[in-house]
C-alpha cells in the first residue's frame, strides 16, 4: 500500500458531538411507559448508543409483543424531535471537528440517527463544509455494537482501519470499531465513566470534546497526521 494513505476521524454524533444522551433516555422512557413497559432510566441510559432493535432486545423480554416494536420506536422519534430546536453541541465540539480537519484529516460524521434527526444534528453542529462523509440509520443492515456503520464509514472516506480512529461516547461504539480493528477514543460526555469505556477498549478517554481538543497533540488523532 502506498505510505501516503489518507487518515481520517469517524465521530459518532449523539452524545458525543451533540448533547443528547439523556434527551434520547427520557423520550426512551416515555415511549416505554406509553406502551405499558416500566424500564428505569438507568437502565435506558446504560443501553443508549445502542440501535433501537438492539436496544428493544436488550431492555424488554423475549416474550414481549414484537408487533408493537415499532410503536416504540415511532414514540421516541416522536417525543424526540419535540427537543430538536433546543440541541446544543458539546463543549468544543465544533472546533475538534474543524481542528482535524484544518490537520489534514478526512472527518466522517458516522451517525446511525435517521435522516430527519441528523439533519437536525448537522444544523447544531454546522461542521458540513469541512466534513468529508456523513452515515445515517439508512447504511448500516446492523445497528451498533454490529461494526455496519463503521465499515460504512471507513468505505465512504476511503480510509483503511489502521489510518482511522472512531470517536464515541459509548462502549457500544468502541466495541463495533473493535470489531474492525479501529482504534476507539472515548469520551465521557455521555454518561458513561472512563472505567467502563477504557475496560471496553477504547485506547484513550477523555472527558469531551473540549478536553480532546485541548491535549490534541498528545492524543491518538496527532498520530494519524
Not at 75 to 81: D, I, K, P
Not at 136 to 155: F, G, H, Q, W
Request: with cysteine; net charge negative.
Amino acid at each position: 500500500m502506498p505510505a501516503n494513505r489518507p487518515a481520517g476521524v469517524l465521530f459518532d454524533v449523539d452524545g458525543t458531538l451533540v448533547d443528547t444522551t439523556y434527551l434520547h433516555t427520557v423520550s426512551w422512557w416515555q415511549a416505554f411507559r406509553q406502551q405499558g413497559h416500566d424500564v428505569p432510566m438507568a437502565r435506558i441510559h446504560r443501553a443508549i448508543g445502542m440501535g433501537s432493535d438492539q436496544l428493544l432486545d436488550h431492555l424488554l423480554t423475549d416474550e414481549r409483543d414484537r408487533d408493537a416494536d415499532q410503536k416504540l420506536v415511532t414514540a421516541h422519534s416522536t417525543l424526540f424531535a419535540t427537543y430538536w430546536q433546543r440541541l446544543r453541541p458539546l463543549p468544543a465540539a465544533t472546533d475538534l471537528v474543524r481542528a482535524c480537519a484544518a490537520g489534514g484529516l478526512r472527518v466522517v460524521l458516522a451517525s446511525s440517527a435517521a435522516e430527519p434527526e441528523l439533519a437536525a444534528l448537522r444544523a447544531v453542529l454546522g461542521v458540513d463544509d469541512v466534513v468529508h462523509a456523513i452515515t445515517s440509520s439508512a447504511d448500516a443492515r446492523a445497528s451498533k455494537p454490529a461494526p455496519d456503520i463503521v465499515a460504512t464509514a471507513l468505505e465512504r472516506a476511503g480510509l483503511d482501519p489502521d489510518r482511522a480512529l472512531f470517536v464515541g461516547d459509548s462502549v457500544w461504539d468502541v466495541v463495533a470499531a473493535a470489531k474492525l480493528d479501529v482504534g476507539c477514543i472515548g469520551l465521557t460526555c455521555g454518561g458513561t465513566s472512563r472505567e467502563e469505556l477504557a475496560g471496553a477498549g477504547a485506547i484513550a478517554v477523555y472527558e469531551d470534546p473540549a478536553d480532546l481538543l485541548a491535549a490534541f497533540g498528545e492524543s491518538p488523532l496527532s498520530g494519524l497526521a
